[in-house]
């Protein structure tokens, strides 16, 4: 899944943040236990274990976010950060457990009573919905519901920029158009899924695929009552089916969740809906925003993406028991576009990862402490497909570049002088924008120029996202983030590789790659019903990609981020990338 945005400018300050991280690690530990300044309950307290928990309802949940969600419509939604939000107010028929850490990745039943009946060689999965499950009105939430839900996917000229996992799965042929072109009388026209009566629902697969209820887990999986659809405004004001509802939503300002209080705890056994309400700001001033989580103001981050660098310093050095240094799943990287020419040779693009000092982006970006691993593999190292191959020698030259072998790369693809080219980066990610300045810098000393262009993340889906624009603006570079959808080579990988994952607005395809080899490959892995066999079929696929230097991975992300001291029940989840498990998260008014 793509990361959101976030804007700071790089300063001498990078290794002070490392040195304090290596100051205070030493002094205290990886875990903590609340020593030192603050008041929270413990450097790393939330690393795979539950901080401060405890079962306290009421009060308001403050979270400041730099960036808006993508979308409030779960449908549409793609950001990881958005799918966790989402968990206050739409519910699916599985979803993940309230536990930390890799715990957090299991599939338990939600709407359903169960966990789906699996039959038919894997291709028919059944589900009881729960009793006592009802919408923000009182209102029974049916089978139907969540089939409509699902049907909205399919309407991809208005509900555009989600996954399209259930899509591929349930119809890949594409022969239904989505509930606003189905001629049927209840809109429910599509024959993959059955609701023999308003409890049951059945899913029909042309084919098995072992990462199905993944797929049911994520928000676009979520029912919607069809008489609520407001289709692509539907955004403006989602109808709840969760523990909260919306009382405010002002897009790039504020979001106001309060409790429903048609929704039934005994129906639910996933959300622990402690807050009384949930107020979310949005500002783009990154700094200013550290500084209030710091002064008690807010208590956690939206976005999930980690502090700034000065506000990681000041916080390292005076509040270390209220931060968490969070592994993730996200890989940072640049795609490197093939409709755009030079990159169209693939030896044009084999310079690019020659001439890159991986060590210095490690160093703009904060240190190996504070920003993460230089990454060789395209593959998280959490996720099957992963492997040590390393075909520029990153590694084995601790990151840095090799200008010989990048001018010798360049004088095969015929351009001996060099190339120019344009690269883009959101200016609201921590610190992409100056890691582009810094990849820059770099690529000019073998002869590569590059341009940097600059953009709001909230745009992405309708410029980077969209290969005609792209190709308009002359863009042949991206520099972004990416994580995995579910803990799988197919829910990392497939969006970013499968050709037939292109798409005209919400592409995440971003090297425009059509290579029938690599689709070919995802179909193996994902037909696979061995684990460890799939693993080596996405080690294949990683080693074409590099092979190809398709997409150009540089950073296995990790983050410093904020825990405020009022919070309670807060833990990192492997099911959202390291971020906290927003739906358990309580407060305490003590502080």
Known sequence: MPTVSSKRRLTAGAALVVAALVTTTACGGGDGDGEGKGKGAGYNAALNKVANPSKKAGGTLRMVGKQDLDSADPQRAYYGMSWDFMRFYTRQLVSYDTKPGKAGTKLVPDLAEANGKISDGGKTYTYTLRDGVTWEDGSPLTSKDVKYGIERIWATDTITGGPQYLMKALDPKGEYKGPYKDSSKDKLGL???????????????????????QFLAMPSGSPVKAAKDTKAKYTQRPFSSGPYKFSQYKPGKKIILVRNDKWKKDSDPIRAALPDKVDVTISANLEENDKRLMAGDYDVDLNGTGMTQSGRVTAIQKHRSSIDNMHTSFVRYVALIHTAKPFDNVHCRKAVFYGTDFAALQQTRGGKLAAGDIANSTFPKAIPGYSDYDPYGVLERKGKPDAAKAKDELKKCNKPDGFSAKITARNNNPGEEDTAEALQAQLKKVGINLSVETLDGADSSSITGSPSVVKKRGYSMQMSGWGPDFPSGQGYAQPLFDSRFLAETGNYN??????????????????????????ETYKALDKRILDQADWMPFLYEKNITWRGPRLTNAYMSDAFNGRYDYVSLGVNDKK
């Open 191 to 213: 024959k993959a899924i059955e609701t023999p009566d308003d409890k049951t629902i059945v899913f029909k697969l042309p084919k098995p695929n072992g990462d199905f209820e």
């Open 510 to 535: 971003e090297s425009q790659i059509k290579d029938k080899k690599i689709d070919g490959l995802f179909d193996k892995a994902i037909a696979e019903t061995d684990p460890v066999k799939a693993g």
